[in-house]
């Protein structure tokens, strides 16, 4: 269970890293990648990040374009959050595939 703690800063986390997403994006055209989630440790150590990359084929080569340089995008966060946060936690990126799954039940119902 998640304390009120927690999920401010999560929202907060999602919302900066939305903005960083954002504007490096603009340099890869085509290609656009969404935060949907942002879950952290009880110890606030952690975050775990889902993202969302349309379209899901570069979907792989751009979850581990975003763990290769995790080191950069953390210290850009640190920077955006700096009054906020004391410690910034470590960053671990996933894909959040629920886009996916939906559409294949979508389709699997149109059947």
Do not use: W
Not at 14 to 22: D, N, R, V
Not at 46 to 61: G, M, N
Not at 93 to 110: A, C, K, P, T
């Amino acid at each position: 269970m998640e304390t009120t703690r927690q999920n401010k800063i999560c929202r907060l986390i999602q919302k900066e890293l939305s903005e960083i997403f954002l504007t490096e994006t603009r340099k890869m055209p085509g290609t656009l990648v969404s935060v949907s989630i942002v879950r952290i440790s009880p110890d606030l150590s952690i975050a775990k990040a889902y993202l969302s990359v349309f379209p899901s084929e570069k979907a792989q080569a751009t979850i581990e374009a975003v763990n290769a340089s995790s080191r950069e995008i953390r210290y850009q966060l640190a920077q955006r959050v700096r009054y906020q946060l004391r410690k910034m936690p470590e960053l671990h990126f996933y894909l959040d595939d629920s886009l996916d799954y939906i559409e294949n039940i979508d389709n699997l119902l149109r059947k």
